[in-house]
């Protein structure tokens, strides 16, 4: 897939689905379940303040033959429903509203009524921007702060897992770090380079991995050429992992407030794709994320 329509066209061609909100009682997460109803995307079960979400509901003009209204006013509580219909097969993605992501996570995270699977949970972004022919999948810009080599290979499945769901074939993954080249004081080249050795020791398969690599050979092969870069990536990339949170959630915002991409994050690791949106993000941006939880 090479833009978030085709996205778009993928989960609408599938059985809809239901997504379960959790604290759904916040005025932009519901106008972000109104476009996914409105556009035939999926159905809803909305768990929080019932009288809050039937006033929000009401103001929006939401499809209530739709949605499940599920009263919880406590978000703990709304945070493990919301969960508990997922784990029991009725909902498909779980999707954050008005409550922390801690409270959300906690509850996927709990060892028996959780959506635990043993996998590591990091965020993972999908960009869609003008002037490149591809798809760009991001990770992590929002979970693992400083993540270790070990944490960073979990990470190269997170991202396996949605070129998988993009029909990407054996995807050329990055290690992005300021430069190309290994220096034993810059720890990111180090697990770069750690993490390509095992690439070619065959113990990371059915990706392409390189590294250390500066962004500019990662994403031009212009850059590429003029650096005489002999990796097997030329600026043709369709993944970033990043070295670190600062790395990732720079270059998530730098590509939507200065690039204007088209942006879609879910939460990878789970029984179920979580939906972490921020205040901030637009509708257009809540509704991508939700198709491609959908896509899941």
Known sequence: MKSISQIREKVLSGKRKTIAVAAADDMPVLEAIKDAIDDNLADAALIGNKARIEEMAAQLGINMDRVEIIDEPDVVAAAEKAVALVKDG??????????????LLKAVLDKEKGLRTGGELSHVGVFEIPGLDRLLVVSDPAMHILPSLEEKVRILGSIKTVTDALEIKCPKVA?????????????????????????KEGKIKDMIVDGPMALDIAVSAHAAEHKGYKGEIQGDADALLMPNIEAGNVMWKTLVYLAQAKIAGIVVGAAAPVVLTSRSDSPETKLNSIMLSLLM
Not at 182 to 197: E, G, L, R, S, Y
């Open 90 to 103: 009725k909902a498909h993605v779980l999707m954050k509203g008005l409550l922390k992501t801690p409270t």
């Open 175 to 199: 290690a992005v770090c300021a430069i190309e080249v290994f220096n034993p004081k810059m720890p990111a080249t180090v697990d770069a380079d750690a993490i390509t050795k095992m690439y």
